[in-house]
């Protein structure tokens, strides 16, 4: 069974510019997490979509951030313009469903470097 | 709001000692807790999950506790390898993930 994808591995962009990250969940999945892991601490959530509907996005910075999932599989996450602060690894998760006793599982994530 | 700590944030030990990591968390509202283990560059490895429901979980040398009434986990490692360097996340699950900020680990040849 084919793990979660995710692509480009690393990148490295100026302030202000903008930055678009792609994520492919395992088949079947339903539910797609994004996260994002500062250096030195644990992810946080950004965004939860069940199928292609938002569950969560509480916690996802809308001036700057956007997420979409067409089709209810493939998933992009959009930042617009990225600040300095940005820069951390963008986790990438699915499960088969949403509610607590799913379990989640993560892609190798994408490394951003603002500067 | 659900608040993670991983006490200690960083551990060196020798080969073949025991490791002992440990987690609390502040609410005891929970479906599961969930270990996982993170190498340098690489995504979320999932070690162990806890049910709430569940004392402890064992998987080879791993063996994860779960004290909810007191908020606490605690992951052991036995008999440590080199391969065990990597850090290790505690994940506190009621509805959604909340993880603590890590325990990198060192096993020192």
């Known amino acids: 069974e084919a793990g979660v994808a995710q692509s480009p591995r690393y990148k490295i962009i100026e302030k202000r510019q903008s930055v678009a990250f792609w994520c492919n969940p395992i088949?079947?999945?339903?539910?797609l997490y994004w996260y994002q892991q500062i250096l030195g601490q644990g992810p946080k959530l950004l965004i939860q979509?069940?199928?292609?509907?938002?569950?969560?996005d509480s916690q996802l910075p809308k001036d700057r951030f956007s997420a979409e999932r067409l089709k209810g599989v493939d998933s992009t996450l959009k930042i617009q313009p990225a600040k300095l602060e940005d820069s951390a690894v963008y986790l990438c998760a699915s499960s088969l469903e949403s509610g607590g006793e799913e379990t989640q599982y993560f892609g190798p994530g994408t490394r951003l470097l603002v500067l | 709001k659900q608040e993670v700590t991983q006490i200690p944030a960083a551990l060196s030990v020798p080969e073949g000692e025991n490791l002992v990591l440990n987690c609390s968390f502040t609410d005891s509202a929970i479906y599961n807790l969930q270990w996982f283990r993170q190498d340098p560059g690489k995504g979320l490895t999932s070690l162990l999950l806890?049910?709430?429901?569940?004392r402890e979980q064992t998987s080879g040398r791993l063996n994860a506790s779960l004290d909810k009434s007191s908020g606490r986990s605690t992951l052991y490692i036995a008999a440590s390898q080199p391969g065990d360097s990597a850090t290790y996340l505690c994940?506190?699950?009621?509805?959604?993930?909340?993880f603590g900020a890590g325990t990198t680990v060192t096993v020192r040849a």
């Open positions: 979509f069940q199928n292609n509907g938002v569950v969560d």
């Open positions: 806890i049910q709430s429901s569940q």
């Open positions: 994940a506190v699950n009621d509805y959604k993930l909340s």
């Open positions: 088949s079947g999945h339903a539910t």
